[in-house]
């Protein structure tokens, strides 16, 4: 009789950590806080590209920690931020001084890359025995469509770094154009499925194989050429620059729309993400603005302001050659403001 060997149990203790990735305005935090809804078990890290957090007040977080990492693309600039923050994370939950979560969603900068991101997990000899990258999940605005894969070398990066692609805004696009951009994320990355979003809670626990991805020259269909340029990453990401402000004043809602009018016609085409908490008379909480590319800024009034901070706080980020531009349109626009005011 033949014996039998069975293979021992393989029990991976390490936490894991989904990174939730997608570019600039492609609606990672509606995603996340779809998720927070349904499950408890979490805890978040925000990586926001500005000095000035906004997202982390829009997290319709209950009981779950999240922790706020500003000033740069966790990929880079704030890299080693990330290692302290999870060292700071795991260390509470052993002291139960958080609660005990079992999953870490790490939501990125949208102009961050991927492996960049995965980089300290697999480096950190400290973090490697904690924590695994259970999987990327990448938002693609359907709304952007193609275009925003041809003008931005990050979309690119994202789609290709992802296991898991979501399809955001597909209400917002025609039929045909969903089709098409269906069809360019699926030659730009053919192992990851794709999904509208909001994508389920139950993506949380799919594990998705660790995998080498290499890059080459890529081309549509519509015989537009895509490059990802991955060697020369660091290039096209620094061409991506933002400014942020705070200001004590208050405006009338009429102002400030003149105002953002004029921001918007500062920056022209070089505008790619807009967004902010605005002081308006008569209300008793913010104005939130989100602003993406080249559409109409989104403004929702909040009934109060999430911290207690009733100063109008303000990220732009531009893509620019120059990355003075931003400052000099954000300090000639303040400058505007204190007019108005």
Do not use: Y
Not at 114 to 140: E, M, N, Y
Not at 237 to 255: C, D, K, V
């Amino acid at each position: 009789m033949s014996q039998v060997t069975h293979s021992p149990d393989i029990r991976d203790d390490r936490l894991p950590v989904i990174v939730l990735s997608g570019f600039l305005g492609s609606g990672k935090t509606t995603q996340l806080n779809h998720w927070l809804s349904q499950r408890q078990d979490l805890a978040v890290v925000i990586n926001e590209l500005g000095d000035i957090g906004i997202d982390q007040h829009l997290t319709e977080a209950q009981g779950v920690p999240v922790t706020l990492l500003a000033g740069g693309c966790v990929c880079c600039v704030v890299q080693g931020s990330l290692s302290s923050t999870l060292r700071n994370l795991f260390m509470a939950r052993k002291n139960g001084e958080i609660p005990p979560f079992n999953r870490l969603v790490l939501e990125t900068t949208g102009a961050a890359e991927p492996s960049g991101v995965v980089a300290p997990l697999q480096q950190d000899p400290w973090l490697r025995k904690r924590f695994v990258c259970q999987s990327v999940i990448t938002l693609v605005d359907a709304q952007a469509g193609v275009a925003a894969l041809e003008r931005h070398p990050e979309c690119l990066e994202q789609v290709q770094g992802a296991d898991q692609l979501l399809i955001s805004k597909s209400d917002l696009c025609t039929p045909d154009s969903l089709a098409a951009l269906k069809a360019q994320i699926a030659l730009l990355n053919p192992d990851a499925s794709v999904l509208l979003s909001p994508g389920p809670a139950s993506l949380l626990d799919q594990v998705f194989p660790r995998r080498c991805r290499i890059t080459g020259p890529l081309t549509l269909s519509t015989g537009v050429s895509l490059q990802p340029q991955l060697s020369s990453v660091s290039v096209s990401r620094h061409q991506l620059h933002s400014a942020s402000l705070r200001w004590e004043g208050r405006l009338s809602w009429p102002h400030w729309q003149a105002a953002l009018q004029q921001l918007g016609n500062q920056c022209g085409e070089s505008l790619v993400r807009l967004k902010g908490l605005l002081k308006v008379e008569g209300l008793d909480g913010p104005l939130l603005v989100q602003w993406t590319g080249q559409g109409e800024p989104a403004l929702s009034p909040m009934n109060a302001w999430p911290d207690g901070d009733t100063t109008t706080r303000l990220v732009v980020i531009v893509r620019h050659d120059n990355p003075d531009f931003v400052h000099e349109q954000v300090a000639h626009w303040q400058a505007l403001l204190q007019q108005l005011g």
